[in-house]
């Protein structure tokens, strides 16, 4: 039977690893998911969690620890932030490279320098192209659901998958959690089996050095090229909305929590403008499109839950239609505007007929506090720019200050 409890995000994350019966835990604290190693280890020495629980010196040995582990078929877990994930870049693009469906949560915190323990999202988005899954939490239910799903299409598609929710405004935030039955549980996602197997027996090179060309293997059959392997994995990317609709309509079918849709909507069908964002904001969005809708304005809300692959075709039929788009987004891309945006942008690119007008705005780095309020600042700016039809040369800030 399940139950609900009041957990904050990082509780939510370390119940959710149980719930999937990890069996190898690489923990390296750091601000604000430290609490996520400190409650798995509660679980493992009080004999809740059958699993290897190894203490690292660094994020970066975390990673190695989860790629080995991976690799001889255990499922693992770890997690991070900030600074953390980023000392972690090269391991990152070894265990994609590898193909292991490694499920790492990531407590978005903004990177130094200077320092800051606070949130945003520059820390993930910085890591968009290392060949990781991303998914984007609104609240500390999702936390926990992201985790499960993160595990059942990780494996489906074998591409490790990183778990981003808010630092702080998730991560230290108590809300009411609907947590499954161990029974729903195990059926939703059986033990992990690893596609091939390791033995002494058999010995394999693991991840060699590949050529420009492909090359005939001990068995006489050609191997993929440096080119080939990075084709596969795109291929497997190009594929996988459809995989985690899939799994994600099947959570739905078993805890009545569907995830067929990579994007969160809110009044977003009727709508003339639409705030499109990821993670929490979308909740602030969400009261912000309410209060311009007591006023007359029909606003609506596009939360995007998953970030790679990137949904594309969702997106861009969501957006059908709309007179204005505001792109808001915590974190920037230095010369030019959020990452949000502009890849929002390709997508509307090969749409036919209108595209709406689309402004982009920063938002809340380095956790600078976020109120409806203030995006209502960022609506009145871009309905002026629908009436006048003028052009947004840059992205607007908000909260910048000096």
């Known amino acids: ?23 190898v835990i690489a923990a390296y604290p750091i601000t604000p998911q430290s609490k996520i190693p400190e409650v798995l280890s509660e679980y493992v020495e009080r004999g809740e969690l059958e ?30 932030a900030s600074n953390g994930l980023a000392y972690m870049h090269e391991q990152l693009h070894w265990a994609a490279g590898a193909r292991l469906p490694i499920v790492m949560p990531v407590a978005n915190r903004g990177l130094g320098a200077p320092w800051t323990i606070l949130n945003d999202m520059q820390d993930t988005i910085a890591q968009r192209d290392t060949g990781w899954l991303q998914f984007y939490c609104m609240n500390n239910q999702e936390v926990l659901d992201m985790v499960i799903l993160a595990y059942k299409v990780a494996e489906q598609l074998m591409i490790p998958t990183m ?8 991560s230290h935030t108590v809300m009411p959690v609907s947590v499954p039955g161990r029974e729903a549980i195990d059926a939703y996602l059986p033990a992990y089996k690893c596609p091939y197997t390791l033995s002494p027996e058999n010995p394999v090179n693991i991840n060699p050095v590949v050529l420009t060309d492909p090359l005939p293997g001990p068995d006489g059959e050609l191997c993929p090229s440096y080119m080939g392997f990075r084709h596969r994995l795109q291929g497997s990317f190009e594929n996988a909305l459809s995989v985690i609709a899939e799994a994600g309509g099947a959570f739905g079918d078993s805890f009545g929590r569907s995830y067929g849709d990579p994007l969160y909507r809110y009044r977003a069908d009727d709508a003339d403008i639409l705030f499109v964002t990821m993670g929490s904001l979308a909740s602030e969005a969400s009261e912000t499109a309410d209060l311009l809708r007591e006023e007359g304005i029909r606003a609506g809300v596009v939360g995007l ?12 039929k969501a957006l059908a239609g709309k007179r204005g788009i505001a792109v808001v987004e915590k974190a920037i891309s230095y010369g030019y505007e959020g990452a949000l945006a502009t890849e929002l942008k390709a997508a509307l690119y090969c749409c036919d007929g209108h595209r709406p007008t689309v402004f982009n705005y920063i938002t809340g780095l380095g956790g600078k506090d976020v109120k409806p309020t203030d995006l209502l600042q960022a609506a009145r700016e871009l309905l002026q720019g ?3 039809g003028a052009a947004q040369k840059h992205p607007t800030w908000i909260g910048a200050g000096i």
């Open 386 to 388: 629908i009436e006048t």
């Open 305 to 316: 839950r998953v970030f790679r692959p990137f949904p594309s075709e969702a997106l861009s």
């Open 1 to 23: 039977m399940g139950e609900t409890l009041i957990l904050t995000g990082t509780q939510a994350a370390a119940l959710a690893a149980k719930l999937c019966r990890v069996q």
């Open 51 to 80: 699993a290897e629980f190894v203490r690292v010196e660094s994020e970066h040995t975390a990673m190695g620890v989860c790629i080995s582990a991976s690799i001889v078929g255990a499922r693992v877990f770890t997690a991070t």
């Open 163 to 170: 778990v981003c929710f808010d630092g702080f405004r998730l």
